[in-house]
């Protein structure tokens, strides 16, 4: 079985400041690793995913994100806060092709 | 299509009475997700198809709710004798075997009045 906590239901940065959202997996086998988007009143969509190989991911918007096993984490990053990133953002982990499992997501504030 | 397409994107309804939420996945996507997301809440894991079986559906909330799949594509999920606790954003996503990304769609916002 495998499971996700996001460190931080509410994180507030001021723009320009650095982002940094947490989270932290459990899982028996190698997972495959996810953050998700999700603007006021849209679906979620994918920022970007660890699968295998480097383990530093770009994603899209500026944000990256580092999986670090020894950690067992999956933190995203920006180096820089944009009002437009405001937004709730969710870490997921997959199994092979199986359940996607989801954090209870981090919504992020930035002021101006 | 071209994504995940639900219908309807919103419903009203009235306590008591039985809706049927519909998802149409990604052509050829195997596995396929419903979430309940309530106002400024996470998302909760309702049931989960792999083809048209569902071999986890530990997530749905009370035997009110059911979901089927058929032909491997389109899944509807029924909740009987509605409750104004059953007000939330109904999520669907699917994701195939060699891409495990979820792919979501828009919702579909129910309101039990």
């Known amino acids: 079985a495998q499971s996700v906590t996001q460190l931080g239901s509410h994180v507030s940065v001021s723009e320009g400041a650095l982002v940094l959202l947490r989270c932290n997996y459990s899982?028996?086998?190698?997972?495959?690793l996810f953050w998700y988007v999700q603007y006021p009143n849209q679906g979620l969509q994918l920022l970007l995913k660890?699968?295998?190989?480097?383990?530093l991911v770009k994603g899209i918007n500026g944000f990256e994100a580092e999986f670090k096993k020894s950690e067992t984490s999956f933190h995203l990053t920006k180096p820089s806060a944009h009002m437009s990133d405001a937004a709730e953002y969710f870490c997921?982990?997959?199994?092979?092709?199986?359940?996607?499992?989801f954090g209870d997501g981090t919504t992020l504030t930035v002021k101006p | 299509g071209a994504g995940v397409s639900q219908s309807p994107s919103n419903k009203v309804t009235e306590k008591g009475k039985d809706v049927e939420l519909r998802c149409d996945p990604i052509s050829g996507h195997t596995a396929l997700y419903w979430y309940r997301q309530s106002l400024g809440q996470g998302l909760e894991f309702l049931i989960y198809?792999?083809?048209?079986?569902?071999?986890?559906k530990s997530g749905l909330p009370s035997d009110r709710f059911s979901a089927e799949r058929t032909g491997g594509s389109v899944s509807t999920l029924t909740i009987q004798r509605t409750q104004q606790e059953d007000s939330a954003v109904y999520l669907c996503a699917s994701s195939s075997l060699t891409n495990t990304e979820a792919f979501f769609g828009q919702g579909t916002r129910l309101t039990v009045v």
């Open positions: 997921a982990v997959t199994i092979n092709a199986g359940k996607s499992t």
């Open positions: 660890y699968t295998t190989g480097a383990t």
């Open positions: 198809f792999q083809g048209n079986s569902a071999p986890d």
């Open positions: 899982s028996s086998v190698p997972p495959y």
